[in-house]
């Protein structure tokens, strides 16, 4: 197996599970009715229930609700008719009730599974142990003051889902295309925005690595990763670090571990011994919470497309490879974009294969390039799609349509504004085409006569030469046969 | 004197016989001249004249308008602090106003003061409160006794008449069992009747509102005031609020009493056994038919509240850490130190008991042992209950297992304070309503209480026996 990792001594096997904490995508916290908005001023998306303010009490949102019930059902797993909020008692400066609202030993989802696919066109099933409702914390600013440490209460309350993998994990790849594919999920069904840099979603990485056929070793967990990349370099580090341990002779200490970005490493936060007894006891605040399977049937049948249906939709309606379908599948709003841009003219449905290649090579790149998401692109789907449209129609050259887009791409113009201000319709008149090329063989005789010598790839010269004249224009292969008329009536 | 009456009171305002300032001003008087006896933390005569002023512009009919009134400071109230009795909210100032005391100042009632309790409700004679001892008005001079608690402060402001009216909080007999020791009525109605938005916790499975009042005519009118459904409280019941006042009834022909053989506990004194007995006759010969019941489950009642309340109360005061608001210890060199000192120095001897004890009784490797198997021995109580008031319309025992004690008895024996609650704390671990009325005398002429209980939400059944007996002993 091309899993293992070679040690000094032995080869080794990784063992991962991943707890995903994403945020819900609402407008109102878990159990307040404050503004969940990004980046507003400090503390001021705080309610008395957020400060935790005496005799103030939660109420559930119930839209919190529906939306943990839509992510079950998207990572095709049980949804419990009944689950309990449980308090999680710990002290921290920015946990204003002293404990934190979430689901211990009833959850709002149970067990589920998700498909990731690899390159060669395999796949594997990461089975879902649970997905729960729970409150984030505040957040603690250190860095404001040199002696004071200041709080700052807008998360205070947000709701989160926690989801919780088995160890099904064997690679920091695996771990990569597991997280991109919750986040896909949670994308399409719209229950997280899935910005990973705002910290909308993130995750612990529980590791431990063992001898292929052995049982698990001791692991560690690595806390609170916010990026792909952050998770694959730790568990790279922490993968290497347990097993130069273990191959000195030492043993894992079950620890919780914080990891550098800026240095790569691991670094333990706390042991076993000083791990936390949270105190878990149901919230008598509120009521158990019950779902009908009426309710859960509603939402049920609200539940959009997800990447796998669409994907093998696309492979069915398109044609396409599984390749493309997978590339235009994997993020929302690629799909959406395609959806769009094939939609937006009949004729463009015969050509999927070419729509799917300039989204995404050729916007794509563009968007690369100027730092651009495709959520805001400038050019609409309506736009590219009437360009691709004046490809398939022979009106305009592929070549040109490159400069055509990037200057759509930048004044926001319309393919056809463009086209026809600048007069890049092809040329197709077959005299006018001819006229050119008479004008090349006239003034290269010597390269006529060595073409007909024989050196048969001087024809990309003459191609070339009366391109340049027609500043592109020609129709290609209108160009090439009658280039080659001409030059065999020569001989 | 004749003894004070909401509801006569409430006739003599609407016809002109007094005026809301005279009668108001009246209370003044007496709560200065009883300020001896610490029944109120706040008490600011130019905030009661202020709301005189403002009540006297309203042109509008209110139910309750010009009645003075006195609050437990437990409730969040907007124009008063709100301490909890505590060191650690001694500046705390609330920027909302409690359901339940919103809708007494919606009925146009006059707050006269916040009153005293045991430190976040904690205790059984308020003797816990940071701002000393309340004493029972009852006492005779140079032998203070104990009003009760934790809600002592508004049962005293009701006995010694600095009010119409008090708010109370009971969580395992904090307002029946003051309510016997000072000789008022008090009513803890169903767990879920009034929200318990905006007042500070103490156990939140247990915590409910209710009245303290001169009679039981009075407590009908507070009650319906002060009942009703608030959404932002998850536990509070959605149940159409009756008029209790219009639909009291005293004739109990026909009903049917359960009298549980499991409260003649052992010790209990002649006197508690012997009002008992007195209002089960009473009872008989109003036609009330008498049924010996078995709550067989209710010697497990206090084990199983005091550890259910101390660990809902060890999370519930988590929230008071020095972050922030209220009282933060000057002693800081690290977070940790800050929680410490500021807990250690901000709550009192009690609190911090009741905290150790929630927190070990929560604990991993305990809590099976403890908590889960007092949830599920409290789910047997409310069976026995349940059970019991299927044969009968409603409960009668008496409240407490004494009269007022003196004022330091029992300080520093927990156990034996905790005993205070044997009555009362079965019902509470129920859900059930219970009233306290004063029956009858010790030998130091002290008054008695008796407790009735009734089913889910009847709290118009516990009025109407409440309202017989309470017209029988007068």
Sequence with gaps: ?491 | MPKSSLKQTLKDLDTKKISIRELNQDYLKKIKEKENLNVFIHFSEENVLKQIDNIEKDNSAKKLKGIPIAIKDLFCTKSMPTTAASKILENFNPTYESFVTQKLLDEGSIFVGKTNLDEFAMGSATNTSFFGNTINPLSKENEPLAPGGSSGGSAAAVAADLCLGATGTDTGGSIRQPASFCGVVGIKPTYGLCSRWGIAAFASSLDQAGIFSHNVEDASILLQSIAGFDQRDSTSAKVDIPNYFENLDDDLNGKTVGIPKEYSVDGTPMEISQIWEDAIKVLEKKGVKIKNISLPHTKYALPTYYIIAPAEASSNLARYDGVKYGFRSDEINSLDEMYENTRAQGFGREVKRRILIGTYVLSAGYYDAYYLKAQKVRKLIADDFNKALKECDFIVTPTAPSAAFPLNEKQNDPIKMYLNDVFTVPASLAGLPGISIPFGKDKNNLPLGIQILGKHFDEQQVFNAALSLERSYE
């Design chain 1, 1 to 491: 197996m091309n899993n293992l990792i070679k040690g000094e001594k032995h080869d080794w096997e990784m063992v991962i599970g991943l707890e995903i904490h994403a945020q819900v995508k609402s407008n109102s916290k878990l159990f307040s009715s404050s503004s969940t908005k990004f980046g507003s001023s400090p503390n001021s998306q705080v309610s008395l229930v957020d400060a935790a303010m005496p005799g103030m009490l939660p109420v559930i949102n119930k839209y919190c609700v529906e939306q943990a019930v839509k992510t079950g059902v998207g990572l095709n797993a049980k949804i419990n008719n009944y689950s309990v909020f449980d308090r999680k008692n710990y002290f921290y400066a920015d946990l204003p009730q002293g404990y934190q609202i979430s689901q211990y030993k009833y959850p709002i989802v149970g067990e589920g599974k998700v498909t990731i696919d690899f390159k060669d066109g395999t796949s594997k099933d990461i089975r879902i142990v649970r997905l729960h409702l729970e409150q984030d914390a505040g957040k603690s600013l250190h860095d404001q003051n040199p002696s004071k440490t200041y709080v700052d209460l807008n998360r205070s309350g947000v709701a989160l889902m926690e989801i919780v993998s088995e160890p099904d994990i064997r690679t920091p790849d695996e771990a990569g295309m597991y997280i991109s594919k919750i986040r896909s999920i949670l994308m399409y069904l719209d229950t997280c925005d899935g910005n990973m840099q705002e910290g909308s979603l993130r995750a612990d990485v529980n590791i431990s690595v063992r001898k292929p056929g052995d049982e698990y070793g001791t692991r560690c967990e690595i806390k609170n990763l916010n990026s792909i990349k952050f998770i694959k370099q730790a568990i790279n580090y922490e993968a290497k670090r347990q097993i130069e341990i273990l191959e000195s002779g030492g043993s894992i200490e079950q620890n919780t571990m914080l990891f550098n970005t800026s240095t790569g490493k691991t670094r333990p936060m706390r042991n076993k011994e000083e791990a936390h007894d949270y105190r878990y006891f149901p919230d008598p605040d509120l009521l158990p919470l019950e779902i009908s399977k009426e309710e859960i049937g509603k939402i049920k049948s609200s539940i959009p497309e997800l990447p796998d249906e669409l994907k093998n939709k696309f492979i069915e309606t398109y044609k396409l490879s599984n390749y493309d379908a997978s590339v235009l599948t994997a993020e929302k709003q690629t799909s959406d974009y395609f959806n769009e841009t094939i939609n937006s003219d009949s004729e463009l449905k015969n050509h999927a294969k070419i729509v799917v290649n300039w989204i995404t090579s050729e916007l794509f790149s563009l968007l690369n390039k100027n730092n651009q998401d495709l959520n805001n692109s400038p050019v609409s789907p309506e736009n590219l799609g009437q360009l691709i449209k004046l490809i398939s129609t022979n009106e305009i050259s592929g070549k040109i349509a490159k400069d055509v887009l990037e200057d759509m791409f930048s004044s926001g113009k319309t393919a056809r504004q463009i086209v026809d201000e600048k007069g890049l319709q092809q040329v197709t008149d077959q005299g006018e085409i001819a006229k050119v090329i008479d004008e090349v063989i006239a003034d290269n005789p010597k390269m006529v006569e060595q073409y007909l010598a024989g050196k048969a790839k001087l024809l990309g010269f003459f191609v070339g030469q009366a391109m340049k004249l027609t500043k592109g224009k020609a129709n290609p292969k209108m160009l090439n046969d009658i280039l080659k008329q001409k030059l065999n009536k020569k001989n």
